[in-house]
């Protein structure tokens, strides 16, 4: 059982987690927990590194920002033990829960699930993890996993100690086809194939982290999203609640064309006019950007008219706009160009479907139907089971809200 942030927001909610895990354990269930920090607790850390130094160690950020976690694991072990449930809290290096030393964005590498299990099934103990969090054994450190981590805990947990599920809890019941805090109309999802799910979390919904889904695709671990703000009592422990079970391709039935749309206005466009078109300019470009660990998304390239020159847009994450432009303006000489031309007020709108397979003209309609509303599309890629559109970032709720109503998804 996994519990994030929203579901763990202060001491009510705190005891409402107990009464959920209360029921599973009743039920004669061997429960495992992990829990993120509560609510604005890991963005209030983040802050106060980044106002002590603006440019900080990452060990010491990883020190800082895995403190959430601990507080919350703490807490929950207390209110399962006041409701007379045996329970236990642990940090990721007490497990451990071994991770590689790339710290603010760490890899699990291993977990030691002999003690866990032991105390899972000798004990009855109910095990509290503190999710986000892992060792990096070499070193000694704290590690932490990337924003929404606690999720990627969660999946490796499960598949460490074979568990027959890992039940995420959120604030919402289940995986819908689009946000919906931003689309009314977008319905929750009864199934959902890995491959759709990772495209869905790595083009901007947050309701998974990719790393969750990707471990859950190798580990084969049954991922169920849910809401813990069902009345914790009013659940059938053994029945079906609402929620979206992430699935093999094969275990569903009637598979639509899309399934699903996703959106990020976390996106910047770079544009380069008027570079020489010939052989190793694009490796003279994304080189120097590959070097400076900025990881460039869709890519459009013009034929040159004349044979001389053409313009290059591609995005990057806003976060490393500014970086990215000095980097190319350092590397002019090298490249040879006239001018760089940017806008961070953009945002790619994805649409997603493993039915795009074997279905030609999805994109097409696409096109026509944000033609039809007037927005302009800045860049477009595709790959088997998605495309991927720029558009003006002021667009972003008209073009997901068409979209959805256009493959059929408002129902
Ligand atoms: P937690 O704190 O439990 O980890 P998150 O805030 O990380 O929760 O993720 C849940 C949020 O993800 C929801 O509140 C919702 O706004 C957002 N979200 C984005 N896209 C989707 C989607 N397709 N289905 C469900 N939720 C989504
Ligand atoms: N608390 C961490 C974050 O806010 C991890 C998580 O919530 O999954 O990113
Ligand atoms: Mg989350």
Not at 16 to 26: D, L, P
Not at 63 to 74: D, H, L, N, P, Y
Not at 109 to 126: F, G
Not at 334 to 351: F, H, T
């Amino acid at each position: 059982m996994k519990f994030g942030g929203t579901s763990v927001a202060d001491i009510e909610r705190i005891r409402n987690v107990a009464r959920h895990v209360k029921r599973e354990v009743a039920a004669g269930h061997e429960v495992a927990v992990v829990v993120s920090a509560m609510a604005g607790t890991t963005n209030q850390l983040v802050t106060w590194c980044q106002q002590t130094a603006a440019a900080h160690d990452a060990r010491e950020y990883d020190a800082v920002v895995a403190t959430g976690e601990q507080i919350t694991s703490g807490l929950l072990a207390i209110a399962l033990q006041d409701i007379g449930i045996a329970a236990r809290s642990w940090q990721g290096w007490q497990l451990p829960i071994l991770t590689t030393d790339a710290h603010t964005t760490a890899r699990i590498t291993s977990i030691d699930a002999a003690a866990l299990v032991e105390r899972l099934a000798m004990r009855r103990e109910v095990a509290v993890i503190s999710g986000f969090q892992g060792l990096h054994a070499e070193s000694g450190r704290i590690t932490t996993l990337g924003r929404g981590g606690s999720d990627t805990s969660a999946v490796a947990v499960a598949a460490a100690i074979r568990a027959n599920r890992c039940d995420i809890y959120t604030d919402v019941d289940g995986v819908y086809t689009t946000d919906p805090r931003v689309v009314s109309r977008a319905q929750r999802l009864v199934k959902i194939a890995f491959e759709e799910m990772l495209e869905l979390a790595s083009l901007g919904a947050k309701v998974l982290q990719v790393r969750s889904v990707e471990l859950g695709m190798v580990h084969k671990v049954r991922i169920f999203v849910r809401s813990s703000f069902e009345a914790p009592d009013a659940v059938d422990p053994h029945g079906v609640p609402p929620g979206t079970l992430i699935c093999d391709e094969e275990d569903i039935v009637e598979q639509q064309v899309v399934t699903g749309i996703a959106f990020s206005k976390d996106e910047a466009q770079i544009s380069i006019r008027r570079v020489e078109d010939k052989p190793g300019v694009a490796a003279a470009i994304f080189g120097p950007l590959a070097e400076a660990n900025i990881n460039v998304d869709m890519i459009v390239q013009n034929v040159s008219a004349d044979g001389r020159f053409t313009d290059l847009t591609f995005t990057v994450p806003a976060g490393d706009f500014e970086r990215a432009n000095r980097v190319l303006t350092k590397a002019r000489a090298v490249i040879g160009y006239e001018r760089l031309d940017g806008a961070n007020d953009v945002a790619k709108v994805s649409v997603i479907g493993i039915g795009m397979r074997s279905h030609a003209g999805v994109a097409a309609r696409a096109f026509r139907a944000l033609a039809d509303r007037g927005i302009n599309i800045r860049a477009i890629t595709t790959s088997e089971i998605k495309f991927s559109l720029l558009i003006e970032a002021a667009y972003t709720e008209l073009a997901v809200r068409t979209l959805h109503s256009l493959y059929g998804l408002d129902r």
